[in-house]
């Protein structure tokens, strides 16, 4: 079956089982490996991309559901000289990457949550990247990642509430 949609911002069509995955779709027949397979059940998410303008687990969406829509990718997120943006650079810095498997779909999740809320608080990031689990950070280091960037945006820091 050929499936027509946009991918990272350009025209794709591909041939392709009707019953495969969109996470399938896009590693094993358009080589977008950086959307990673971790638990293909929708738990972790390490498949996470957008699908006109939400983050979706990958794994759970079959390939025909794509017809005619959006899809960006970790691959379609960069910055205007097509190296990493300011959320990808804020992560390197913050030392939000180590194994680097999360990575991809925590910047997926935070991209959404960018632009969804464009100055989110503390609580507003830890809950837009819930979604996804990793198992070497700890989540402080990410959140720490989102909030410089939001503070590079010209995001005003959270207010701290004392006791």
């Known amino acids: 079956m050929e499936i027509r949609f946009t991918l990272n911002g350009k025209p794709t069509a591909v041939d392709v089982p009707p019953d495969i995955t969109l996470l399938r779709l896009l590693r094993d027949y ?16 390490a498949c996470s991309v957008i699908l006109d303008g939400e983050v979706v687990n990958s794994c759970l969406v079959l390939a025909p559901q794509v017809e005619g829509r959006r899809v960006v990718t970790i691959e379609g997120i960069r ?14 810095e913050a030392g939000a990457i180590q194994c680097g498997f999360c990575t991809p779909g925590m910047v997926v999740a935070a991209t959404v949550l960018l632009r969804k809320h464009g100055y989110p608080t503390r609580e507003q990031i830890i809950e837009g990247i819930s979604g996804n689990l990793c198992r070497c950070t700890g989540y402080q280091q990410i959140v720490e990642a989102i909030q410089m960037t939001v503070l590079r945006r010209g995001g005003l820091p959270e207010k701290e509430e004392h006791a």
């Open 30 to 45: 358009l080589d977008m490996t950086g959307t990673k397979c971790g638990c293909e059940i929708g738990e972790c998410g």
């Open 79 to 92: 910055g205007p000289d097509g190296g990493p943006n300011d959320l990808q650079e804020a992560f390197i």
